[in-house]
Nanobody
Framework: QVQLVESGGGLVQAGGSLRLSCSAS????????MGWYRQAPGSQRELVAS???????TYADSVKGRFTISRDNAKNTVTLQMNSLKPEDTAVYYC??????????WGQGTQVTVSS
């Protein structure tokens, strides 16, 4: 069993920054790949960024150069640093984890709102 708890969402003006954190507990093998998804109203959930235990990362094209994902395996945390935020980044952001893809375990979500 894996539990994921997000924190750090909020309201920010366009061009600003936010830092999301996810604290994880459970079997390490079940958290080999961790990631952040987001879902805006009326839209499908999309993968924003992912990171393996070895540190390999992937990013959605829409956030490359603005968002950075990182993890601390010793502390079982994953962080999403979001810079140069745009109104279209507004969504509920979810932390996720899995042994192969970050799709098996989910956090409760945290709201990010970017005002123009």
């Amino acid at each position: 069993q894996v539990q994921l708890v997000e924190s750090g969402g909020g309201l920010v003006q366009a061009g600003g920054s936010l830092r999301l954190s996810c604290s994880a507990s459970g079997r390490m093998l079940s958290m080999r790949v961790m990631g952040w998804y987001r879902q805006a109203p009326g839209s499908q959930r999309e993968l924003v960024a992912s990171i393996t235990a070895a540190g390999s990362t992937t990013y959605a094209d829409s956030v490359k150069g603005r968002f950075t994902i990182s993890r601390d395996n010793a502390k079982n945390t994953v962080t999403l640093q979001m810079n140069s935020l745009k109104p279209e980044d507004t969504a509920v952001y979810y932390c996720a984890a899995g042994p192969v893809k970050p799709t098996d375990y989910w956090g409760q979500g945290t709201q990010v709102t970017v005002s123009s």
